[in-house]
């Protein structure tokens, strides 16, 4: 501020010195030069930067080039391949598909397809049609009265205040458009998530945003309200997330302008703050109990929770705890240390959490031992962005995929990087109403639905190429990756599948699954000693 104001003055000095003199006496246009030069120089000598301190003036050009550093590497330096965390192809792929212009690619792969870490699949000489109906799968267990027709690719959990109004309204739109699913992150239930009537999958976060008591507590007269309106689907407790892992998070009260005070039923102007866990429960078995409060105040609608898998005897202790309640949810979303759209801390981003194929197969296997597995959806979130990630996702055992960066793609995202400043230059991911309304609703729900529609059938089409009409049949020994040493092994030799009700048996289970199943305990979340 006190640079800024420090400036302001010495324009002003400057203007009136060529005001003055620049007619008089041609000395006049080397003080042009010299007078911002010296106040300016004066300035940084006692400037808190070193470099500004031992190099005035000059020294600013470092700030400037670190600027704008992240555009350089982005659009001179990065190869095809190296961008993270989606590449100029992936990018590239996902914006063709969302225009419309197809997705061929000419004169071969540019893929490294030997080096380590490479997944592919082998072809069937004998390749089928998958049905269109396969495209959609019915999510709602025995305890469900009101299962739910769902696409098998939908739209992940995405706030609004993490996302503009009219971001959330293409991604509805779109939904309502191609006919799938649009989760509303843990912000709360918008007006903007409404207006158009897509399919909703009502997400309650630690915060319980859209049904919360002043006091930061759940509101059951609230949820009862908003979840019996026709839009509403489904509902997903947010247990953890990919991006951060048994972190809160804060929403500064500067971005809390009316719109999401009233979705998230927070007060104006203030710091909306999610905690860490949920305060309605605080065992698995509570969660449990409050999946079936859930499912009964809905009126019968399916109810699932989403977690990023953590510490393996904790979810093994929600398996028991549905054994022990004979409460079972309609779904699992589980979440990829990979994964996340909005702001988090740098070591729970980097340094927490299981990345997705790797918590999705534990999970699978984990309900398949515990005898529990038949009637509960497994849905794969983090990363997932073509059809042979979704191919990946079944083959580990997930039954829907959900998306999230891609669909920000389909919007205009262009990458930028700063999705937490509420500076985004595309208007995605801000509440500032000059740069969101560069974002057209009439023309990106289009291309929200045109990425979805594309990305299934890529996935259709290629497990069909397998030899399968039905995804559900796909299998982690279909699944090949490449190590550094010896030949490619398959998922089914990468990750360890434990047979129905083995868990329940208690024999011959894996050194690191016994100890697990010992310390779970179905009446906490710590294992026991």
């Given at each position: 501020?006190?640079?800024?104001?420090?400036?302001?003055?010495?324009?002003?000095?400057?203007?009136?010195?060529?005001?003055?003199?620049?007619?008089?006496?041609?000395?006049?246009?080397?003080?042009?030069?010299?007078?911002?030069?010296?106040?300016?120089?004066?300035?940084?000598?006692?400037?808190?930067?070193?470099?500004?301190?031992?190099?005035?003036?000059?020294?600013?050009?470092?700030?400037?080039?670190?600027?704008?550093?992240?555009?350089?590497?982005?659009?001179?330096?990065?190869?095809?391949?190296?961008?993270?965390?989606?590449?100029?192809?992936?990018?590239?792929?996902?914006?063709?598909?969302?225009?419309?212009?197809?997705?061929?690619?000419?004169?071969?792969?540019?893929?490294?397809?030997?080096?380590?870490?490479?997944?592919?699949?082998?072809?069937?000489?004998?390749?089928?049609?998958?049905?269109?109906?396969?495209?959609?799968?019915?999510?709602?267990?025995?305890?469900?009265?009101?299962?739910?027709?769902?696409?098998?690719?939908?739209?992940?959990?995405?706030?609004?205040?993490?996302?503009?109004?009219?971001?959330?309204?293409?991604?509805?739109?779109?939904?309502?458009?191609?006919?799938?699913?649009?989760?509303?992150?843990?912000?709360?239930?918008?007006?903007?998530?409404?207006?158009?009537?897509?399919?909703?999958?009502?997400?309650?976060?630690?915060?319980?945003?859209?049904?919360?008591?002043?006091?930061?507590?759940?509101?059951?007269?609230?949820?009862?309200?908003?979840?019996?309106?026709?839009?509403?689907?489904?509902?997903?407790?947010?247990?953890?997330?990919?991006?951060?892992?048994?972190?809160?998070?804060?929403?500064?009260?500067?971005?809390?302008?009316?719109?999401?005070?009233?979705?998230?039923?927070?007060?104006?102007?203030?710091?909306?703050?999610?905690?860490?866990?949920?305060?309605?429960?605080?065992?698995?078995?509570?969660?449990?109990?409050?999946?079936?409060?859930?499912?009964?105040?809905?009126?019968?609608?399916?109810?699932?929770?989403?977690?990023?898998?953590?510490?393996?005897?904790?979810?093994?202790?929600?398996?028991?705890?549905?054994?022990?309640?004979?409460?079972?949810?309609?779904?699992?979303?589980?979440?990829?240390?990979?994964?996340?759209?909005?702001?988090?801390?740098?070591?729970?981003?980097?340094?927490?959490?299981?990345?997705?194929?790797?918590?999705?197969?534990?999970?699978?296997?984990?309900?398949?031992?515990?005898?529990?597995?038949?009637?509960?959806?497994?849905?794969?979130?983090?990363?997932?962005?073509?059809?042979?990630?979704?191919?990946?996702k079944h083959a580990l055992g997930a039954e829907l995929c959900n998306v999230a960066r891609p669909m920000?793609?389909?919007?205009?995202?262009?990458?930028?990087?700063?999705?937490?400043?509420?500076?985004?230059?595309?208007?995605?991911?801000?509440?500032?109403?000059?740069?969101?309304?560069?974002?057209?609703?009439?023309?990106?729900?289009?291309?929200?639905r045109n990425l979805h529609g594309a990305t299934l059938k890529s996935f259709l089409d290629l497990t069909?190429?397998?030899?399968?009409?039905?995804?559900?049949?796909?299998?982690?020994?279909?699944?090949?990756?490449?190590?550094?040493?010896?030949?490619?092994?398959?998922?089914?030799?990468?990750?360890?599948?434990?047979?129905?009700?083995?868990?329940?048996?208690?024999?011959?289970?894996?050194?690191?699954?016994?100890?697990?199943?010992?310390?779970?305990?179905?009446?906490?979340?710590?294992?026991?000693?």
């Amino acid at each position: 501020m006190m640079r800024a104001v420090y400036y302001g003055v010495s324009a002003l000095v400057l203007a009136v010195i060529g005001a003055v003199y620049v007619f008089w006496h041609p000395i006049a246009w080397l003080l042009v030069l010299a007078v911002p030069y010296i106040l300016i120089g004066l300035y940084d000598i006692n400037s808190p930067h070193n470099v500004l301190r031992n190099y005035p003036v000059i020294g600013h050009l470092r700030y400037m080039m670190e600027f704008i550093s992240p555009e350089i590497r982005q659009y001179f330096v990065e190869t095809n391949q190296s961008g993270r965390p989606f590449n100029r192809e992936m990018r590239t792929l996902i914006y063709r598909r969302s225009k419309g212009n197809g997705d061929t690619l000419p004169f071969g792969t540019q893929q490294d397809i030997t080096v380590q870490g490479y997944d592919f699949a082998y072809h069937s000489l004998a390749p089928r049609v998958p049905p269109a109906e396969t495209a959609r799968i019915a999510v709602g267990g025995p305890q469900c009265s009101h299962p739910y027709d769902a696409s098998r690719l939908n739209i992940s959990g995405m706030s609004f205040g993490a996302l503009s109004g009219n971001a959330i309204l293409a991604l509805n739109r779109g939904a309502l458009l191609g006919g799938f699913a649009h989760n509303t992150g843990e912000g709360g239930l918008s007006r903007y998530h409404l207006r158009h009537g897509g399919d909703i999958v009502w997400q309650i976060g630690t915060g319980y945003f859209g049904c919360r008591t002043p006091d930061g507590g759940f509101d059951p007269e609230q949820f009862r309200e908003k979840a019996r309106l026709d839009a509403v689907k489904m509902i997903e407790i947010k247990l953890s997330q990919g991006a951060k892992p048994s972190h809160g998070g804060v929403l500064p009260g500067v971005k809390v302008n009316g719109e999401i005070a009233a979705a998230r039923g927070v007060a104006l102007g203030e710091d909306c703050i999610s905690p860490p866990a949920h305060s309605e429960f605080g065992s698995p078995e509570g969660l449990l109990e409050f999946v079936a409060r859930l499912r009964e105040m809905s009126g019968g609608k399916p109810v699932g929770f989403k977690l990023c898998l953590g510490i393996r005897s904790e979810f093994l202790a929600i398996c028991k705890a549905m054994r022990s309640t004979g409460i079972l949810p309609d779904f699992i979303t589980v979440d990829g240390a990979e994964g996340g759209t909005g702001a988090a801390p740098v070591e729970f981003t980097d340094n927490l959490g299981t990345p997705i194929n790797e918590g999705l197969a534990y999970v699978h296997s984990a309900l398949t031992g515990a005898g529990l597995r038949e009637n509960i959806r497994l849905i794969a979130s983090g990363k997932v962005a073509t059809g042979f990630d979704m191919v990946i996702k079944h083959a580990l055992g997930a039954e829907l995929c959900n998306v999230a960066r891609p669909m920000m793609f389909s919007l205009g995202c262009i990458q930028a990087l700063r999705c937490n400043t509420n500076t985004c230059p595309t208007g995605v991911t801000t509440q500032d109403p000059r740069r969101s309304r560069a974002l057209d609703v009439e023309t990106k729900h289009v291309r929200v639905r045109n990425l979805h529609g594309a990305t299934l059938k890529s996935f259709l089409d290629l497990t069909g190429a397998l030899g399968h009409d039905d995804p559900d049949r796909l299998t982690p020994d279909l699944i090949w990756h490449r190590r550094t040493d010896g030949p490619a092994v398959t998922y089914a030799d990468i990750y360890s599948f434990l047979r129905p009700n083995q868990l329940l048996e208690g024999v011959s289970l894996p050194a690191d699954w016994e100890g697990a199943w010992h310390r779970a305990d179905a009446r906490s979340f710590r294992p026991a000693a």
